[in-house]
């Protein structure tokens, strides 16, 4: 501050120098911002904090910004700076005026200072204002932490059905061209656990369970990094692919998840039946799931432990 002071009003007597004046108070001030600043760094990569910014970033479904919003963002910045800027000048010469009115000489040292001091208010109001924001945006993160987890599903931590059916829209809408977004495909999977009722009847619930999380986390595996997983309930789930994927790869993760879930108990094999329909951009959420679902129906009719791929 006072290196900038120097700069702009060296006839006021300030210079770099003044920046290295320091006394005890200074000295005190300095080790509680170090010490403030040590603690925050510990606190926010500690594993709560990490978590928490994982689960917030997965939470904005890969919300992006556009350029146009990039820009209107640089153009409010600029606007408020502009009316801060204003401000200080404008309350600076309504001092001096009124200094004028009660009769007070205001010198051109005195007018420099009450600049200065104009200039530091705005700056210490600046700071409280960014603090303000910070916490305010930290509450509201948290309470969409909060949201965000209770839409998930408890027992095998992938996405309940209301949370996947908004990313599954969102996948419909955040597309910026709209004649790319009609030439994209995408896939669309129903997975079902063939004999689950069984499973639970003769090995238990907790058994059961095991298999369901066991399952969740063969698909989160495979397909999180092209989509999202959803349990839809009981012992069906969901999968909606809308990063690029040949036919040919689909089938090679499928192949894989099978092969993977057939060992997940060693008293019996695990096997799924799986609807997979390949749609184009945008496609209403009643056409995926009616579809879909007319897929997984063909692959239980062939005997199940098998997938069936249905094209638009």
Same mark, same amino acid.
């Given at each position: 501050?006072?290196?900038?002071?120097?700069?702009?009003?060296?006839?006021? %007597?300030?210079?770099?120098?003044?920046?290295? /004046?320091?006394?005890?108070?200074?000295?005190?001030?300095?080790?509680?911002?170090?010490?403030?600043?040590?603690?925050?760094?510990?606190?926010?990569?500690?594993?709560?904090? *990490?978590?928490?910014?994982?689960?917030?970033?997965? &939470?904005?479904?890969?919300?992006?910004?556009?350029?146009?919003?990039?820009? &209107?963002?640089?153009?409010?910045?600029?606007?408020?700076?502009?009316?801060? !800027?204003?401000?200080?000048?404008?309350? !600076?010469?309504?001092?001096?005026?009124?200094?004028?009115?009660?009769?007070?000489?205001?010198?051109?040292?005195?007018?420099?200072?009450?600049?200065?001091?104009?200039?530091?208010?705005?700056?210490?109001?600046?700071?409280?204002?960014?603090?303000?924001?910070?916490?305010?945006?930290?509450?509201?993160?948290?309470?969409?932490?909060?949201?965000?987890? =209770?839409?998930?599903?408890?027992?095998?931590?992938?996405?309940?059905?209301?949370?996947?059916?908004?990313?599954?829209?969102?996948?419909?809408?955040?597309?910026? +061209?709209?004649?790319?977004?009609?030439?994209?495909?995408?896939?669309?999977?129903?997975?079902?656990?063939?004999?689950?009722?069984?499973?639970?009847?003769?090995? $238990?619930?907790?058994?059961? +369970?095991? *298999?369901?999380?066991?399952?969740?986390?063969?698909?989160?595996?495979?397909?999180?990094?092209?989509?999202?997983?959803?349990?839809? =309930? %009981?012992?069906?789930?969901?999968?909606?692919?809308?990063?690029?994927?040949?036919?040919?790869?689909?089938?090679?993760?499928?192949?894989?998840?099978?092969?993977?879930?057939? *060992?997940?108990?060693?008293? /019996?094999?695990?096997?799924?039946?799986? %609807?997979?329909?390949?749609? $184009?951009?945008?496609?209403?959420?009643?056409?995926?799931?009616?579809? *879909?679902?007319?897929?997984?129906?063909?692959?239980?009719?062939?005997?199940? !432990?098998?997938?069936?791929?249905? +094209?638009?």
């Amino acid at each position: 501050m006072y290196g900038v002071m120097g700069i702009l009003f060296p006839e006021s %007597g300030f210079n770099y120098k003044s920046s290295f /004046r320091w006394g005890v108070n200074d000295y005190a001030i300095a080790a509680i911002c170090i010490l403030a600043v040590i603690l925050s760094d510990i606190i926010y990569h500690s594993s709560f904090v *990490t978590h928490y910014k994982n689960v917030i970033n997965d &939470s904005e479904l890969r919300q992006h910004w556009s350029v146009k919003m990039k820009i &209107s963002l640089f153009i409010i910045i600029i606007f408020v700076f502009c009316i801060a !800027a204003f401000s200080t000048i404008y309350f !600076a010469s309504q001092t001096e005026y009124m200094f004028g009115v009660y009769g007070i000489k205001v010198t051109k040292k005195i007018a420099q200072d009450i600049l200065h001091l104009q200039v530091q208010f705005l700056a210490a109001m600046i700071s409280l204002n960014f603090i303000l924001i910070v916490i305010i945006l930290m509450i509201y993160n948290y309470m969409k932490h909060r949201e965000y987890m =209770g839409e998930m599903d408890a027992l095998t931590n992938v996405m309940g059905r209301r949370l996947f059916l908004n990313y599954c829209t969102k996948c419909q809408n955040d597309r910026d +061209d709209i004649d790319n977004k009609s030439k994209r495909k995408g896939w669309f999977l129903f997975i079902d656990i063939d004999w689950f009722k069984q499973i639970n009847d003769t090995l $238990g619930h907790t058994v059961g +369970d095991e *298999t369901l999380k066991q399952i969740a986390e063969s698909l989160k595996n495979i397909f999180s990094s092209y989509g999202a997983v959803d349990r839809v =309930g %009981g012992d069906e789930f969901a999968v909606i692919i809308n990063e690029k994927m040949t036919k040919e790869q689909l089938e090679e993760q499928l192949k894989k998840f099978l092969l993977d879930i057939s *060992t997940i108990l060693p008293e /019996r094999t695990v096997s799924c039946s799986i %609807g997979v329909y390949h749609f $184009g951009f945008p496609k209403s959420q009643k056409e995926l799931l009616t579809r *879909t679902d007319d897929a997984l129906y063909k692959a239980k009719e062939k005997g199940r !432990a098998c997938y069936v791929i249905l +094209d638009e």
